[in-house]
Every structure is written in C-alpha cells, then in structure tokens.
C-alpha cells in the first residue's frame, strides 16, 4: 500500500471547495488593495533562499535542497526571496510612477519541520509584497489587508504583535548591547542559541527553547536602542493602526524567524478554545536591504506570509465553514439504453444554461437512479422513458414539492427556470446556485 509522505495532505471535494472559498476571498481583498498576482517557481538556485550569514531556522535546517550535478536547487520555503529575485531581475524597480510595486502570490512553500497540527512540510501560503516605496503608511496598509482578511473569515481571536527592529544604526547598537548582556550567560544557552550569539544575537530572543528563562526576559530591549529616526518611524505606524482601528499590542521580543527584516515587524496570533492551541497566521516585517542584497537600487520593501491552512483552520474553529457540499440542479435517468443520448443531449442542454446537471450512464435500476438524486441533493430529476421520448417530452419532477410534469424539450429551460425566482434567487453572477451574495437580482 502506497502511503502520502510525511507532512504532506491531501485534499478534495468538500476540502478542496474551502481552499477555493478562500483564494476567491484573498483575490477579492488583494484586489481592492491594489495588489497583482505574481507566480514564480517552486524551486530556485538554492543561494536565493540561503544567503549569506542567514542563521533562521527555516534557512539552516528546515529547506528541501538538492544537488543537480554542479548547481544546487531549493524547494521554496517562503515568498518573499523569488518575489524579490524576481522584482530585480526583471527590473521592475525602474519606473518610478510603477511604484511601489504591489504584488501578492499564493502557493505551496516546502519546510522539513516536525508535522504536527497546523505545521506541514508541504503547506500554502498567501502573501503579498509592496516594494519600491518606503513609508510607515505602507507598513499599516499591509496590516490592514492581512487583519481584512482574517476578519473576513469569520476568525474573531485575533491579536496583532508588532516591534521594531529599527535601521541598521539601531539594530547594530542593539547588537552590541544584546552581546555584552549574553557574554557571561553563553554556557546556560541552548546549542542554537550559542551559534546565535555568533551569527545574529537578534535571534536569541526568538529561542523557543530558552524563550522563558530569567535571562532572556531581563535582555536589553530594543526600544531602548532606537535612534530617533527609526522611533519616528515606528511612531508613524502605530499612529496609521489607531486610526484604522486595528487593535494591536507592542511585543518586545518579537524579531520574526528571517534575518532580512529591519524597521516594523508583525505577527497575527489567533487563538482558539477548539484547537486549545495558539498559532500564527500571518506574519511579516519591512525588508530595506534585500533588494539590493539581489543586485537592486536601495529599495525598501514591505510584505506579510499567511499560512493557508492555518486560516482554514482557524477559520473553521469560529463556525465558519467556508464551504458547503456540491449539490446539484438536476439528475437525468433514461430509463433504457435508447433514451441515454438523448439523456446526454439534455443534460448538456442543462449545463450550458449554467444549471449543474448529471446524469446516469450505467443504465441503472429507478430505485438506485434515485439514490442518487438523494446523494447529489438534486432539485430536479429528469425521467426519460421511452414514452416521453416518443412524444419529445420529459418527466420533470421538482424535488422539493414532488410536483411533476411532462415537459417538451424545446421548453425544459424555460420550466426549470420558472422554478427560480429572477428577482430574488439568482445572482447576477449568473449562477442558480450561487451563494456569493453579491447580487440581489
Ligand atoms: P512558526 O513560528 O509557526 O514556525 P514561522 O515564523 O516559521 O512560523 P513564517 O516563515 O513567518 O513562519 O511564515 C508565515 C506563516 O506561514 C506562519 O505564520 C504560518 O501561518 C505559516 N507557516 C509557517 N510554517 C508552516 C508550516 N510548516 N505549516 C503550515 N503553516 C506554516
Ligand atoms: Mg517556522
């Protein structure tokens, strides 16, 4: 028996019908936002992701990397490196009234982590990256989009942790203070914290083994580092969420899981009492040197990652399905092999007139023909004995009031439209069935 890989899922029907309901959701917000779908691959030269003196855990333990004879490749484990690779090699930077460049993606990231709930080794993230222009308004916008989303889906246990990691003059004296503060503590460190100390002692205060000791809370913060320019900044942006009235708290140790981030950083953290569990969501920062880290101009950059399926879930935890069963408008039973090509005839008839149709192709008996108009939850069934098919007629039998009627088939839309209401069941967006709400007629 062949099994799916560790860490891995598969999805369909109903499950697949959430992911939908929530790319059409994340495609309706980017949009009013301004943002553009960029796709770029799934794999790239693995230096893209592993650049120099990276010390995250993502970069140093969690990539999927091959060799391909005398280059070597990396399935993604974020966004934002392509996107940017991307955004300077196709020089994307030089039109100045093109800016800021607001771009988003959706797709499949690749982590060699411990699964667990809401953590896989093949898991979807939305994201979105707004590069070219750097102003405190852009960091609150690209809250405001992930908080809108999150909101739109129903997840109500929603609180916002932001900091500052400030210009490269504060975090290099932040730095210096955090080096002087763990000098005499290394030996009560974790291993990794040790190779952090060397690498970015930034990140020590991200340990989630270390996290609660005594040591680690009493480290410099800093807020204290901060010069004046980079404290304006942050001033800005916390003054641009009170005005949109997105709730937030400062979060001290929050230095985000990349190295590449300087100025604001964020996390959404939903809670749930289902899940008993907290978790992030989404979660970004504003990057100023990883544009020209890629060979670009100075350019900053903002952006946020929003794991999908943790949306899903959270989502589902706060009541809120996102999706319901497929069901159909009618179900077609030629009651012998002579009437199914005409069962097909009308059945694409159905289908062209937008009503979701099916049919049986097994010439089965009555009784199991309506089991399956019972399991599809069918509207209508369509009988097609021989009988009708001499007169050109069907049987139409309107499940829901077991009224029935022969119908010729030149006027079989027209009957089964006359079942929907125009003015106040059918949506604009054409659909019968549609649930999407946007039209009242
Ligand atoms: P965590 O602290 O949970 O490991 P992270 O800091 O590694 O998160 P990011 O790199 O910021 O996560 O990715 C952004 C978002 O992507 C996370 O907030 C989370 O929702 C989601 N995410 C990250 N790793 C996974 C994973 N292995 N499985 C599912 N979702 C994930
Ligand atoms: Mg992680």
Redesign the pocket.
């Known amino acids: 028996m062949y099994q799916i890989a560790q860490g891995t899922q598969d999805f369909m029907g109903l499950n697949c019908r959430k992911w939908q309901t929530l790319e059409d959701l994340i495609r309706q917000i980017t949009t009013v936002y301004g943002y553009q779908e960029v796709r770029t691959p799934i794999f790239e030269y693995t230096e893209v992701f592993k650049r120099d003196n990276d010390s995250s855990d993502?970069v140093n333990k969690e990539m999927y990397t091959f060799s391909m004879g005398d280059y070597s490749l990396t399935l993604r484990p974020?966004g934002t490196a392509g996107i940017v690779r991307s955004f300077v090699e196709k020089k994307l930077y030089g039109n100045p009234a093109e800016l800021p460049a607001k771009m988003y993606y959706m797709g499949p990231m690749f982590?060699h982590?411990r699964p667990q709930k809401?953590?896989?080794?093949q898991?979807s993230?939305f994201g979105v990256e707004c590069i070219g222009v750097k102003s405190p308004l852009l960091d609150a916008e690209c809250i405001a989009l992930g908080y809108t989303l999150v909101k739109a889906l129903g997840i109500s246990n929603i609180k916002i942790h932001i900091n500052t990691l400030g210009d490269q003059e504060s975090r290099d004296a932040y730095r210096n203070a955090l080096r002087e503060y763990f000098a005499p503590h290394l030996e009560e460190l974790c291993a990794d914290c040790k190779r952090r100390f060397e690498q970015n002692p930034l990140r020590l205060l991200d340990c989630k083994v270390d996290g609660p000791k005594e040591i680690m809370q009493n480290a410099p913060k800093m807020r204290d580092y901060l010069n004046e320019a980079s404290a304006a900044y942050f001033e800005e942006v916390k003054k641009c969420l009170d005005a949109l009235e997105i709730p937030y708290e400062i979060d001290d140790g929050l230095v985000?899981?990349?190295d590449y981030y300087t100025h604001t950083v964020f996390?959404a953290i939903a809670t749930s009492d289902a899940l008993g569990s907290q978790?992030?969501?989404?979660?970004g920062g504003r990057y100023d040197d990883l544009v020209k880290y890629f060979g670009g101009p100075e350019m900053s950059g903002v952006g946020f990652?929003?794991?999908m399926?943790?949306l899903i879930m959270m989502a589902e935890a706060e009541g809120n399905e996102l999706a319901t069963v497929q069901t159909l408008d009618a179900y077609v039973m030629p009651l012998s092999t002579a009437c199914q090509a005409k069962a097909l005839e009308l059945t694409t008839m159905l289908r062209s007139n937008g009503y979701i149709a099916d049919m049986d192709v097994q010439g089965r008996s009555m009784k199991a023909m309506f089991k399956s108009v019972d399991r599809t939850q069918a509207t209508f069934a369509l009988i097609l004995g021989e009988d009708e098919m001499n007169a050109g007629e069907v049987r139409v039998k309107h499940i829901p009031t077991q009224e029935q009627k022969n119908v010729r088939w030149e006027e079989l839309i027209d009957h089964i439209d006359s079942f929907y209401d125009i003015t106040e069941n059918v949506c604009t967006c054409g659909n019968p069935n549609c649930t999407c709400g946007k039209g009242e007629n």
């Not at 809401?118 to 080794?121: A, D, L, N, S, T």
């Not at 978790?279 to 979660?283: M, N």
């Open positions: 993502m974020e982590r982590e809401g953590r896989y080794r898991f993230q985000r899981g990349l996390e978790l992030a969501v989404f979660a990652a929003a794991g399926e943790r």
